[in-house]
């Protein structure tokens, strides 16, 4: 295992360094830029080359992406041109929420759909196999925005079950350890604030679950539906083993290496996708810190951005391959 995971680490070297060439270069040559977006479309040439000289921008491409790297290496990610502070301050202030309502949606497309996807395999044509086959479509199809202002309309307005804005109520006196309040909440005991921050959690999760939850029940059925013609689970079963054990170690061991790379790949994409969720609730996570960023082409904070997404599916892919040894140990002979 030690092994497998120094390869893996080695192999990521490569990609990430090609990953900041691209990164620089693309960024770099979207149009406009930075001066004009602060200066305006009146300013003058003499404004405009005076703000790149104070930014670094009128030397050569080569010289910016050396100290970009350098600055790199020192977690210093630059400043922001519209905040005027270091964007890794103002990253370390908004990504726990973005990252815990992504763990939140995670949780329950995971939770919900394996078992929703086994059992709709195990009872296939029957009324539980319909209505998550039809569910699952129906959750594909539907914008995240949409199902996010419906769910804040139902029951938050509506109703008034849930918040419909914000991390946490504005009267709960709660301890900021970590950033994450749900976890801050049990580290300091504060159950209040814990429960509370849950409560925020619930309807921005279950919207940006919906997708991730969707194609974790397709794809759990039709691994499972698959196994279970397989020559091994038939053999299990005429020796008279018991269904448990034929259901955990020969069908669900064996289904799960394609459901463990849908939730890889759904976990990087719910951090890049929690922007329209984060906007419909208000949730105070990076969304509307990168909107900004895009209008006024704040360069190293959409550097940051991405590069930090891309690093998320570097680490989320090592990760998954980690799983897939686990799960299936040929995988560490190969």
Known sequence: MLRLIVRRLLQLIPTLFGLTVLLFLWIHRLPGGPASALLGERATEADRRQIEAALGLDEPVWVQYSRW???????????????????????????????????????????????????????????????????????????????AFLLRSVFAVNLGWLPSVGRQSTGIDATEVTGFFVLDGLLTGEWDASWDAVQHLALPGIALASIPLALIVRITRASVLEVLGEDYVRTAESKGLRQRVVRGRHVMRNALLPVVTTVGLATGSLLSGAVLTESVFAFGGIGSFIQTAIDGRDYPVLMGFILFIALTYVLINLVVDLAYSVIDPRVRVN
């Open 69 to 147: 790297i350098e600055r790199l290496f020192q977690l210093d990610l630059g400043t922001s041109v519209q905040t005027g502070q270091p964007v890794w301050e103002e990253f370390t202030t908004r990504f726990p929420a973005t990252v815990e309502l992504a763990l939140t949606a995670i949780l329950i497309a995971v939770l919900i759909g394996i078992p929703l996807g086994y059992f709709a395999a195990r009872r296939r044509g029957s009324w539980l196999d319909v209505t998550a086959v039809s569910g699952s479509l129906i959750g594909v199809c539907i914008p995240v925005f949409f199902l």
